[in-house]
């Protein structure tokens, strides 16, 4: 059973950068694709970005294109959001999510296709 767990939400101000860590227990992320999804309060939850296995296919949610990156360290099996150029519209509840793949080289952005999932970590962009 692949455990998740995220860290590194809090609170920023506007403009702001933070970054956000995912580790994974429990199996080998050279096999596990990472997403990254977040949801704030009265919306659905948001596909942000993803990365494959490989780490050498990734893909950005067009309201974080250009701000936020994606990293995925396999030797470490840990996984990191870098979040930079942040607005009220960012704070979220933000979750990591791993799903065992067969293609290395691809990532998925629908959430139901992600098997394993950490509790969230909360980022607030406020001044």
């Known amino acids: 059973q692949l455990n998740v767990v995220e860290s590194g939400g809090g609170l920023v101000q506007p403009g702001g950068s933070l970054t956000l860590s995912c580790v994974v227990s429990?199996?080998?992320?050279?096999?596990?694709?990472i997403g990254w999804f977040r949801q704030a309060p009265g919306k659905e939850r948001e596909a942000i970005s993803c990365?494959?296995?490989?780490?050498?296919?990734?893909e950005y949610a067009d309201s974080v294109k250009g701000r936020f990156t994606i990293f995925k360290h396999n030797a470490a099996n840990t996984a990191s959001l870098q979040m930079t150029n942040l607005g009220p519209e960012d704070s979220a509840v933000y979750y990591c999510?791993?799903?065992?793949?067969?293609?290395?080289?691809?990532?998925?952005?629908?959430?139901?296709?992600?098997?394993?999932w950490g509790q969230g970590t909360r980022v607030t962009v406020s001044p």
């Open positions: 999510a791993a799903d065992g793949v067969s293609d290395q080289n691809r990532c998925s952005m629908r959430s139901y296709e992600y098997n394993y």
């Open positions: 429990g199996g080998n992320l050279n096999y596990f694709a």
């Open positions: 990365i494959s296995s490989s780490t050498g296919r990734f």
